[in-house]
């Protein structure tokens, strides 16, 4: 469960817009619900989308989520069920905001009520309280910015395979390592990001820049299309079979719903023998995140 909204400076419904969150968020956790928080401070339009078995339904309309929205006013709005429309909105609307963790969304309420105890609040007048600083600090990694909509491409792409798959010891090269593909990987281009796992463990080996073209080694083995990549966090690699950090453990943590670029909430492409999988950015995000944690 997803939910895309507005918490703006200052604003007369920060306060009570922020606990409905924290709420949400409560009410999902002790449901066992996966769900995630977006902000997105431009946004004025009402969608509702809901997906079951990978088919999407919404409605785009004029009506607020509120018993007096849903029941007491004429509202209107209009239904779409096309699976590529709601893809392509999903991504647009990700592209856009930014995600609110729990311990943010905590930090929010604590300022909040810091601000109460130390003010007598107006009803309707605009407060002097001041929170995207604290949401804007979900888009910085390590003191490094990461935009959403950057130029950067990610996938998650497996290293071994199934007669050969990388456990153990091994470890991918700490500074430059080549990385191979069955198929011409058209898509990849020099400063893209693979987020490397290990075939048979599943374990997350560490990510890399690509920092070469596409090469065709010519040599008619299974493995013959190479790519160059720049180890970025080359102190997890070192140590990665240390970590449980597995794709199946990764999946249930992430708070989406959403894994791959087009909208899929699966991998099950790479157990049908893909040689990668390009992710959508904020799984990427936060794979990287656990890596550098």
């Known amino acids: 469960m997803s939910k895309t909204t507005t918490l703006e400076d200052h604003s007369p419904d920060l306060i009570k817009k922020s606990n409905a969150i ?6 999902c956790k002790q449901a066992n619900i996966k769900y995630s928080i977006r902000i997105d401070n431009k946004l004025h339009g009402k969608l509702y989308i809901a997906m ?5 339904k ?6 607020n989520f509120t018993e007096s929205g849903m029941k007491k006013k004429n509202e209107w709005g209009v239904m779409i069920e096309d699976n590529k429309v709601f893809i392509d909105i999903i991504s647009k609307l990700q592209s856009n905001s930014i995600e609110l963790d729990y311990n943010s ?10 601000y109460k105890n130390k003010n007598r609040l107006p009803s309707r007048a605009k407060i002097k309280l001041k929170i995207t600083d604290i949401i804007n600090k979900n888009k910085k990694r390590d003191g490094q910015k990461v935009h959403t909509n950057d130029s950067k491409k990610y996938f998650l792409k497996p290293v071994g395979y199934t007669e050969k ?4 010891s091994r ?14 990987p058209a898509a990849v281009n020099i400063g893209d990001i693979l987020i490397c796992y290990g075939v048979g463990s599943t374990k997350l080996l560490g990510y890399f820049e690509v920092i070469s073209n596409v090469i065709n080694l010519g040599n008619g083995s299974r493995w013959e299309w190479e790519v160059e990549g720049k ?20 999946r249930l943590k992430y708070s989406g719903s959403i894994l791959t670029y087009r909208g899929g909430d699966s991998l099950g492409s790479l157990n049908r023998g893909a040689d990668k999988i390009r992710l959508n950015e ?4 936060y794979l990287i995140s656990e890596m550098e944690n």
């Open 282 to 285: 904020d799984f990427a995000h």
């Open 22 to 27: 924290f709420f949400f968020c409560l009410e």
């Open 171 to 184: 470890i991918l090269n700490l500074s430059i390592e080549k990385l191979h593909f069955a198929r011409r």
């Open 58 to 63: 919404g409605i785009i309309t004029s009506a």
């Open 231 to 250: 180890n970025l966090y080359p102190k997890y690699s070192a140590k990665w079979n240390q970590f449980d950090l597995t794709l199946s453990k990764m």
């Open 105 to 114: 969304l905590d930090e929010i309420i604590k300022r909040i009520d810091t």
């Open 52 to 56: 079951n078995n990978r088919q999407y």
């Open 165 to 168: 798959p990388f456990e153990g």
